[in-house]
């Protein structure tokens, strides 16, 4: 009988005690929710980390904090801070969010995930096109015909970005590329030359490449820089400078040719700037995207779940 009591009496007070962490919870579960969302944001460090100020990506980040409503800071770098960051993060087993875009050698090295964008800040998928001078065709038909052939696919895009990375010297490793790649190449070139033939001192002409300083940026156009002098012939000039002054130095005739020209989203305001003042040979690449980047370990899928 003292044990059907004692064991009603634990009933009781379990019940009861179930009872007052319920009857607290409709405070309580607010606050657990707000928590939760402050603990991913938490996670994050309140930062989404950039690249350069004015790129196009963080242009569209911005427009991305503010539609979505998101309380974070968007860190002002480069590309190179921006992948050394999403490193040491992957490293510790840390949370980061950055701004990230394809084709890039970190999506080889890294297992990563893009942030679902329901609201299309970042738009859809791009282009990367070759933009010339004008004039170029008639000056230098060679070099308009090479540019105007220049395609390459993801995986050719990567294994060049990813051997710059490892080698830590682009022009080296766009000659290595080059030699590994000669059938490719070969679709480039203008008739009578050979990806397998190399010219012992460039003597032509010289020409002007214009790039900023993306990983995908710095591949194409050292890997066109390359084919340009050490199988053309033709002496190559390399300027890295920003977005605005790419598209502005092309259309002054300050450079012959650009190979990063994402369209129609990240780009498309510079596009617009120079109007018909330059060519655009069409795509090289398809399929490039930006947008926020996440290691796949990160428990979230999408842009709003930074606000949970």
Not at 216 to 234: F, K, P, S, W
């Amino acid at each position: 009988m003292f044990k059907n009591k004692k064991l009603i009496l634990m009933a009781t007070l379990l019940v009861f005690a179930m009872f007052s962490v319920v009857g607290c919870g409709g405070d309580t579960g607010e606050e657990t929710g707000d928590q939760a969302a402050q603990s991913v944001k938490d996670k994050f460090d309140g930062k989404i980390i950039g690249i350069d100020p004015g790129a196009g990506i963080m242009k569209a980040t911005d427009t991305t904090i503010e539609e979505y409503g998101l309380d974070y800071e968007l860190v002002e770098g480069s590309g190179a801070t921006m992948t050394a960051t999403l490193k040491q993060a992957i490293d510790n087993n840390e949370w980061v969010v950055v701004t990230g875009w394809a084709p890039h050698w970190m999506f080889a090295r890294y297992d990563l995930k893009f942030l679902e964008d329901p609201k299309g800040t970042y738009g859809e998928a791009e282009t990367i096109n070759t933009i010339v001078r004008l004039g170029l065709k008639e000056d230098l038909p060679e070099v308009y015909e090479v540019c105007a052939n220049f395609a390459w696919d993801s995986g050719q895009i990567g294994s060049a970005m990813g051997i710059a990375e490892d080698v830590g010297d682009d022009v080296l490793a766009a000659r290595q590329w080059v030699e590994k790649n000669t059938d490719l190449v070969n679709s480039w070139l203008p008739e009578g030359y050979d990806a397998a033939v190399t010219v012992d001192s460039p003597t032509k002409e010289t020409v002007t490449l214009l790039y900023v300083e993306w990983a995908c940026a710095r591949a194409e156009t050292h890997v066109m820089a390359d084919v340009l002098q050490n199988i053309m012939g033709y002496q190559v000039e390399l300027l890295p400078v920003s977005a605005a002054a790419m598209y502005e130095g092309l259309a002054n005739g300050e450079g012959d040719a650009i190979f990063t020209a994402w369209l129609p989203f990240t780009h498309g305001d510079y596009m617009e700037q120079v109007g018909d003042r330059v060519e655009d040979l069409g795509p090289s690449y398809e399929d490039a995207k930006i947008g926020l980047v996440v290691p796949a370990y990160v428990e979230i899928n999408s842009i709003e779940e930074l606000n949970n």
